[in-house]
Structure formats: C-alpha cells, structure tokens
C-alpha cells in the first residue's frame, strides 16, 4: 500500500501550458515536502509546507497544502522546457527524519 | 551549506564483486543518513537508516547481509553492496540529516539533503 499517492505519474506537456501535480493520503502528516530530480542527480528540495492550508510560492511554482493536511498541491504556470524532471512528494514518517515518497511525476516540457 | 557528497559517481563491476559508496555531509554533522535505491523513471525507495556509532536499521526485503552499511563518524556513512549481481545495478543515493547546530542553515522540519547518487552497473 502507498502512503502518499501522486498523480499522475506521468505528463508531457507544450512548453506554455499549466499543469498541476497531486499528491494524497490518507493520513496526516505534519510536514510534506517537494523535491526536483534531474537525471543522474540526487532530488533537490523546492519547499517544504508545514500549516494546513498554506499557499508558497517558488517563481511559476505554486504548492498548496491541505487544510486536513492529508494532502498537496504543486501547480506550475507557463511551464518551460527547464522544467523537466521528476518532481516528487515527500513527507515526514516518523520524529527520525524517515521520509517516505510518492511513485513521482516525470514532466516532460516540449518546446 | 549543507552539502552531500558521493563517491563513486559512478561504478562498474564484475559479478561477484564488491563495491563501497561513501556518503558524507561537507560542512554539516549529521547523526542519521539514509540510503535509497532508484531504479529508472521510478521513485526512491528507503533501503536503510544510518545511525553513527549503531547498527543500521534496514526496511523490510532489504537484505543486511547484502548491503553494509557503517556510519563510523558524524560525516560519513558507506553502503558496501556484497557478491554484487547485475540485479543490483541501480542508482544509489544517500541523504543526510543535519545535526541542529551544524550546518549554516536553519531547518527546523526535518530538512534532508541528498547527495548526487551513484550509478551501479554490475556486468
């Protein structure tokens, strides 16, 4: 069973378009996080939301967290090439740091 | 701050071999590490939990005897996969948890940093 399901797994999109990507539980957590991973590279982390509800905002990146804090949101304006990759939710499992993932969402943006 | 490293970036090796991956945290102290396999167009997927100066806690299907993991100091973790196979070819990446006071930011959620992975091709 997958704590944190992320939709969808995968989209190609035209350079320019808007797209939003899920991320849902079922439990609550008191954290979650996003994070951006290149090929061949390590996931590097975009935000973190901790309040349920809030709303950050990184350039044309926008991440919502659930009032419920169960669920979140990243949503990206004009999207451009630079911003393929796979983009991945996380959250915190335990008080150790454990993360646990979603399955991710490979964004591929033509031009 | 707060930069990982990892070395090899990369490896090749002949079955039945053994490979070493270093982990280590640059300009921070980091307690707990984690490392994760990544096999491609898929997600990470938590092997094992590093802690310095105890035996690593490792997730369910994940063999210990397999995979070695020892945390000797407060910067350095290392994976040695055993007897690798051409099963074990994957993209290994570790994380590290800065140890609060450590490191030159200040991330109060629990903010892991990984490092840029390395890529295994067991021939």
């Known amino acids: 069973t997958q704590l944190l399901e992320q939709s969808p797994q995968f989209l190609s999109i035209q350079e320019g378009e808007n797209l939003t990507v899920y991320c849902n539980s079922s439990?609550?957590?008191?954290?979650l996080q996003w994070y951006r991973q290149e090929p061949g590279e390590g996931p590097v982390l975009l935000v973190t939301v901790v309040t349920g509800g809030e709303v950050k905002k990184l350039k044309r990146l926008t991440f919502q967290f659930g009032d419920a804090r169960k669920d979140s949101s990243l949503h990206i304006t004009a999207a451009q090439p630079g911003d393929t990759g796979l983009y991945l939710c996380a959250a915190l499992y335990n008080q150790g740091g454990k993360l646990i993932f979603g399955q991710g969402t490979e964004l591929s943006v033509k031009p | 701050g707060a930069v990982v490293s990892q070395h090899p970036s990369r490896v090749i090796c002949k079955s039945g071999t053994s490979v070493k991956i270093e982990c280590r945290s640059l300009?921070?102290?980091?307690?707990?590490m984690f490392w994760y396999r990544q096999f491609p167009k898929q997600s990470l997927m938590l092997m094992a939990t590093?802690?310095?100066?105890?035996?690593?806690?490792?997730e369910q299907g994940v063999e210990k005897d397999k995979f070695l993991i020892n945390h000797a100091s407060l910067t350095l973790s290392t994976l040695t996969v055993t007897s690798a196979h051409p099963e074990d070819s994957s993209f290994y990446i570790c994380?590290?948890?800065?140890?609060?006071?450590?490191?030159?930011?200040?991330?109060?959620?629990?903010?892991?940093?990984f490092g840029p992975g390395t890529r295994l091709t067991v021939l």
């Open positions: 300009d921070f102290q980091a307690t707990t």
């Open positions: 994380s590290a948890l800065p140890f609060p006071g450590t490191s030159g930011g200040f991330y109060p959620y629990n903010e892991q940093f």
């Open positions: 439990s609550v957590f008191s954290s």
């Open positions: 590093s802690n310095e100066g105890s035996k690593a806690t490792y």
